[in-house]
C-alpha cells in the first residue's frame, strides 16, 4: 500500500514535519485504478483514501466494477472484509439484486431481520 505523507509547515524555523501517513488512491490495484474514471466519475479520485472510504470503493466496484477489478478488490480487501460489508451497515451502498449476487458468490447468509414489532396485528376486516 503507497503511503504519501502528510505534512505541516513551520514558517518560523522555515522547515516542514511529518504529521502523519495517509493511504492514497494510488495504493489501490492497478485494475481499480484504469477503471477509476468509470468508477469513481462523480467524486475526485485524488480524495479517497482507501481506508477512510472501504465501503466506498467496495461498493463502487462490486456496483459497476469489471471482473478484473472485482478480483483485485478481493485481493486487496480480501474476502473476510467482503463479507464483513455485506452483513454490515453499508451494504445498503450496493443495489439488493449486487448484494445478494456477492453474498451467494462468498458464501454469507443473508443478515437478520430486525426484531418484529410488539403490536399485535390487526385482523384485515372489521369485526365490530
Known amino acids: 500500500m503507497t503511503i ?4 505541516r509547515s513551520d514558517p518560523a524555523i522555515g522547515t ?16 481499480i485504478l484504469r477503471e477509476s474514471r468509470a468508477l469513481f466519475h462523480d467524486v ?12 466506498f470503493v467496495i461498493a463502487r466496484v462490486l ?8 478480483r483485485a478488490l478481493l485481493g486487496f ?7 464483513a460489508f455485506l452483513v454490515g ?6 443495489a439488493p439484486r449486487t448484494a445478494a449476487f456477492w453474498r451467494a458468490f462468498l458464501g454469507v ?18 369485526t365490530g
Open 63 to 70: 456496483d459497476r466494477g469489471t471482473l478484473g477489478s472485482v
Open 44 to 55: 475526485r479520485p485524488a480524495d479517497i483514501d482507501p481506508e477512510k472510504h472501504a465501503a
Open 16 to 31: 516542514h514535519s511529518v504529521l502523519e501517513s495517509v493511504p492514497t488512491v494510488e495504493s489501490l490495484p492497478d485494475p
Open 4 to 7: 504519501a505523507p502528510r505534512f
Open 77 to 83: 480487501y480480501g474476502t473476510d472484509r467482503l463479507r
Open 109 to 126: 447468509s443473508e443478515p437478520s431481520c430486525t426484531q418484529r414489532s410488539s403490536f399485535p396485528r390487526s385482523s384485515r376486516f372489521w
Open 89 to 94: 451497515s453499508q451494504a445498503y451502498r450496493v
